[in-house]
């Protein structure tokens, strides 16, 4: 009988330690998400006002990092058959410019260029719309230091976790959540060929927005696309 039991025994580690091998033996590797993120999404001309308030704080920052003298002039360049976006995003980056006490040329010339362009990037794959946020994370943790003083967790911080789950997705639909499109917005400065100062972004865009920052010449051909 104890032999028997023995060799059932060996038999079910076996068994154990080969499932366990297999798991660790994957032919590919194994997918895992990013640590919870937030991205902005661009959903009016005054968001773009915002972004080029973002970028102008910035690229000032780092042309002084730089050793660039404050008072250097500067000439932003209007990308070639702009999009609706672009040129608002040029008279938007020149206003700030000017506000913030930068020289800003109407002409190219001896002044250090500033460019910038967009990339539109559209995912075929389906966008999750609620991921727990802060609310729903409080709730968690007050649950969680409640459990450590009783055993069965009251009915009561149940309801409470499901009312904050409802306040967080509330708060993920009131932003219109994460949709297919992207832009890669790149702001760049420079001066005889040579990088000075660069920026780039990442936002979402409304899917029926999209013909607001494609080129004219392009607007009828597919965006670009990244299936995942």
Known sequence: MKFSKAVGLAILAGAVATLTGCAYRSPIPLAENFQLTVQPKVRSAGHWEILSQDVVSQTLGTLEKAGIAPGTQL?????????AFDLAFRD?????????????????GQAL?????TQLVRHNSPRPHFVPNQLTMIAVGLMAAYGLRHEHLDAQLLATLGFTSL???????????????????TTTVTRGGQYVARKTDVYYLEN????????PSYRNVNMKVVSQ
Do not use: C, K, W
């Not at 260029?113 to 362009?117: G, P, Q």
């Open 75 to 83: 000439h932003v360049a209007l990308p070639p058959n702009p999009s």
């Open 92 to 108: 938007f980056l020149i206003t700030r410019m000017v506000q913030s006490g930068a020289p800003v040329l109407q002409n190219p």
């Open 113 to 117: 260029d500033v460019t910038y362009h």
């Open 167 to 185: 306040a967080d997705y509330g708060l993920s639909v009131g932003s219109g959540g994460p949709t297919n499109t992207e832009m890669i917005l």
């Open 208 to 215: 029926a927005d999209t013909p607001l920052f494609m080129r």
